[in-house]
């Protein structure tokens, strides 16, 4: 089972922590008080409870306390979010991990998510469980990502120095039906794709040794058209206007804030700037 009930009482933090779960492909349902997460939680039964324990109507030791009396869902584990100065409390009362909201950030919620899922006794691969269960907002739906239709294969090389995004973006991809290279570094990413000439490449603008406006720049400027034609989507933090244009004058087909696009998202954009190549061939 690879759902999560999400309780958070901040609706714009629980968008933020659905979005790193949606990004893994988890299906999530949200709840904004204690009250209303021990009705779906009763109802659904998921794979794992993340909770708020500063959630209106149940403090996070009421709700531990409720979960862990009921023999219908006192098997779940709960990953509680909180900033005690005594987190041992929580593990005595049968959470399977603290986080706190410092530790809000993709690479240590996920590992703590797959912490929890080996202690309730299923199992996790990151970006291979729940794939076609979108995030689910406090009283609404979302639409999951498209996937790429049936034909040969399209070549895309991620040049991320962040391994574990780079890696959650070669999975999802490859899920979409795309074969996927990677690289850490701009010297390794612009090699790549001069040598193997991918059909696109998602490329990050700050990397060890030279950046990706240098790594476009180069591409660009090569006087091989199978090289120099290859479309690159820009994805960065940076989202600053200057870096933008600059971005776009070197001949990037578009600039991405990472923080503004899920991974189904990018893989839309990518397959819609193929699609507009193909049509332009």
Same mark, same amino acid.
């Given at each position: 089972?690879?759902?999560?009930?999400?309780?958070?009482?901040?609706?714009?933090?629980?968008? !933020?922590?659905?979005?790193?779960?949606?990004?893994?492909?988890?299906?999530?349902?949200?709840?904004?008080?204690?009250?209303?997460?021990?009705?779906?939680?009763?109802?659904?039964?998921? &794979?794992?409870?993340?909770?708020?324990?500063?959630?209106?109507?149940?403090?996070?030791?009421?709700?531990?306390?409720?979960?862990?009396?009921?023999?219908?869902?006192?098997?779940?584990?709960?990953?509680?979010?909180?900033?005690?100065?005594?987190?041992?409390?929580?593990?005595?009362?049968?959470?399977?991990?603290?986080?706190? #909201?410092?530790?809000?950030?993709?690479?240590?919620? *996920?590992?703590?998510?797959?912490?929890?899922?080996?202690?309730?006794?299923?199992?996790?691969?990151?970006?291979?469980?729940?794939?076609?269960?979108?995030?689910?907002?406090? &009283?609404?739906? !979302?639409?999951? &990502?498209?996937?790429?239709?049936?034909?040969?294969?399209? #070549?895309?090389?991620?040049?991320?120095?962040?391994?574990? *995004?780079?890696?959650?973006?070669?999975?999802?991809?490859?899920?979409?039906?795309?074969?996927?290279?990677?690289? *850490?570094?701009?010297?390794?990413?612009?090699?790549?794709?001069?040598?193997?000439?991918?059909?696109?490449?998602?490329?990050?603008?700050?990397?060890?040794?030279?950046?990706?406006?240098?790594?476009?720049?180069?591409?660009?400027?090569?006087?091989?058209?199978?090289?120099?034609?290859?479309?690159?989507?820009?994805?960065?933090?940076?989202?600053?206007?200057?870096?933008?244009?600059?971005?776009?004058?070197?001949?990037?087909?578009?600039?991405?804030?990472?923080?503004?696009?899920?991974?189904?998202?990018?893989?839309?954009?990518?397959?819609?700037?193929?699609?507009?190549?193909?049509?332009?061939?």
């Amino acid at each position: 089972m690879s759902n999560i009930l999400l309780i958070e009482q901040d609706p714009e933090n629980a968008q !933020a922590m659905g979005k790193i779960l949606q990004d893994a492909s988890f299906a999530v349902e949200i709840a904004t008080t204690g009250e209303d997460g021990m009705a779906k939680l009763i109802a659904s039964k998921p &794979g794992l409870v993340i909770l708020d324990d500063q959630a209106p109507g149940k403090n996070g030791k009421a709700f531990l306390e409720e979960v862990r009396a009921n023999f219908e869902i006192g098997f779940v584990p709960v990953l509680v979010i909180s900033d005690t100065a005594n987190p041992q409390e929580y593990m005595d009362l049968g959470a399977c991990d603290i986080m706190s #909201r410092s530790q809000i950030n993709p690479e240590t919620m *996920l590992a703590k998510v797959q912490k929890c899922f080996a202690i309730g006794g299923g199992s996790l691969n990151v970006g291979q469980a729940g794939d076609t269960a979108p995030l689910a907002a406090p &009283g609404g739906s !979302a639409t999951g &990502g498209k996937t790429k239709s049936a034909g040969p294969k399209k #070549r895309v090389l991620i040049i991320e120095d962040d391994q574990f *995004l780079s890696e959650l973006s070669q999975t999802k991809l490859s899920k979409a039906g795309y074969e996927v290279m990677a690289a *850490l570094d701009g010297e390794t990413g612009l090699q790549t794709a001069i040598n193997q000439k991918p059909d696109i490449i998602l490329l990050d603008i700050l990397l060890p040794g030279i950046d990706g406006f240098q790594v476009l720049s180069q591409l660009k400027s090569n006087p091989d058209p199978q090289i120099n034609g290859i479309p690159v989507l820009l994805l960065s933090n940076y989202g600053q206007e200057e870096n933008i244009q600059k971005g776009m004058s070197l001949g990037a087909v578009d600039y991405l804030v990472k923080a503004n696009f899920t991974t189904n998202e990018i893989v839309t954009k990518l397959q819609a700037v193929l699609d507009g190549k193909k049509s332009a061939e």
